[in-house]
């Protein structure tokens, strides 16, 4: 089972910036997309961005676009969601994931972590 360890979510005021990591345990073929998803207090889990290992192919959710920036470091195993422009609307515990495809559909991840709490202030 690959675990996945997120760090980097604390408070920030609205315009400023974090950057989110999610270290994986190891490498393997269900690490062959790495994503994160959100999750505000009484609402679902939303995608956000996703990126696959190996070429660094990216989709992003249209609320990410233009104000974060995923990556990955392969050598380490890690993925980064750097957020720019950060409004009150982006607070919520950000959950890194672990999959096959680069999909938003939250199923299709098989691995997640504990999550970080994001939270934007005004």
């Known amino acids: 089972q690959v675990q996945l360890v997120e760090s980097g979510g604390g408070l920030v005021q609205a315009g400023g910036s974090l950057r989110l990591s999610c270290a994986a345990s190891?490498?393997?073929?269900?690490?062959?997309?790495m994503g994160w998803f959100r999750q505000a207090p009484g609402k679902e889990r939303e995608f956000v961005a996703a990126?696959?290992?190996?070429?660094?192919?990216?989709v992003y959710a249209d609320s990410a676009k233009g104000r974060f920036t995923i990556s990955r470091d392969s050598a380490k195993n890690t993925v980064y969601l750097q957020m720019n422009s950060l409004r009150p609307e982006d607070t919520a515990v950000y959950y890194c994931?672990?999959?096959?495809?680069?999909?938003?559909?939250?199923?299709?991840?098989?691995?997640w972590g504990q999550g970080t709490q994001v939270t934007v202030s005004s």
């Open positions: 994931a672990a999959g096959v495809r680069i999909v938003s559909n939250s199923r299709e991840y098989n691995n």
């Open positions: 190891m490498r393997t073929s269900s690490t062959y997309v």
């Open positions: 990126i696959t290992r190996f070429d660094g192919t990216t």
